[in-house]
């Protein structure tokens, strides 16, 4: 399906307080004082602090070795770094082959702690958009710094990327109930996405409202299946296509922040894409 040129009117985008986002790893303290009776005439009490070192994440935080520094440029000042898609490769007309992607991926992943699949799918996102909406020039290191705010790449809370893209176990947001600082939002498909009859939640590693996407989802492999919110692929696509039709022109820096702020209405939303972004790019410009 194309994309539509004019930015989405009826349905809500994702917001940054329906989404689960990272939280911060912490430590808990755990004080072990141990009484030792030195028998005889002197009793001696020593106190022995320990300390255990006990994430309430299920797995640890899952970017090590990559720095990403922080940027906060206005909104509308600046467009992050930009960078190819398998630069150098042997194209088949203006798109890298297959092939030429993984092999990119495979070594660009290592250096941004990009999983392998997810890497590969930001990358097809582009791809794809680029011949339905030619003029959006978004580039696949933007859709890489969404997927990092939103789920760390797909392994919030100990998700897996299978082999198909598929997450296990899924990411299902926090129930949009009303609660401080959390929107209300009633269920509005039947708890098909995200198990929730009564609330809608943000699903999938890019963190879609079940209305969003049933609008802008689509099967990235085209199997005839229904999009998967779950799918790291599906997923990357939805966001890439929900993205050009928000912005127009990516490559602007206009286009680019009026993109993103209507996928996050938030300026530190933005500003942490950003910083994502950029230091992506970079990464792979390094190579």
């Known amino acids: 399906m194309a994309v539509s040129p004019t930015p989405p009117s009826t349905t809500p985008p ?8 990272p939280p911060p790893q912490r430590r808990r303290r755990v004080l072990g ?3 030792l009776t030195v028998a005889a005439l002197v009793a001696a009490t020593v106190v022995v602090v320990s300390w255990l070192d006990r994430s309430d994440r299920a797995t640890p935080p899952p970017v090590p070795g990559f720095e990403v520094p922080e940027l906060a440029p206005d909104p509308g000042s600046a467009v992050p770094t930009a960078a190819a898609v398998a630069p150098g490769a042997e194209r088949t007309a203006t798109r890298p082959t297959t092939a030429a992607v993984r092999d990119w991926a495979a070594t ?5 702690q990009i999983p392998l699949p997810v890497l590969v799918a930001y990358a097809e996102a582009e791809l794809a958009v680029r011949d339905t909406a030619p003029d959006c ?3 696949w290191s933007t859709l890489a710094g969404v997927g990092r705010v939103e789920s760390h790449h797909g392994r919030y809370n100990g998700s897996d990327i299978g082999d198909d893209g598929r997450l296990t176990p899924p990411i299902i947001g ?3 109930d009303g609660s401080p600082g959390v929107r209300a939002i009633p269920d509005t498909d039947g708890g098909v996405l995200d198990g929730d009859v009564t609330w809608d939640r943000a699903v999938g590693s890019m963190q879609f409202l079940p209305t969003t996407w049933d609008r802008w989802g689509t099967r990235a492999n085209g199997d005839g299946q229904d999009p998967d919110p779950q799918n790291v692929n599906d997923a990357a696509l939805a966001a890439a296509r929900y993205l050009c039709a928000s912005g127009g022109d990516l490559s602007t820096a206009n286009g680019w922040w009026q993109a993103v702020l209507t996928y996050n209405r938030s300026v530190d939303y933005g500003q942490n894409v950003f910083s ?3 230091a992506y790019a970079k990464a792979a410009n390094a190579s």
């Open 14 to 21: 994702p917001e940054a307080d329906d989404r689960p986002g």
């Open 137 to 139: 020039n978004l580039s």
């Open 276 to 278: 994502g972004a950029d």
């Open 108 to 112: 660009l992943s290592d250096r941004t």
């Open 33 to 35: 004082p141990l009484l």
């Open 174 to 176: 926090i129930p949009l």
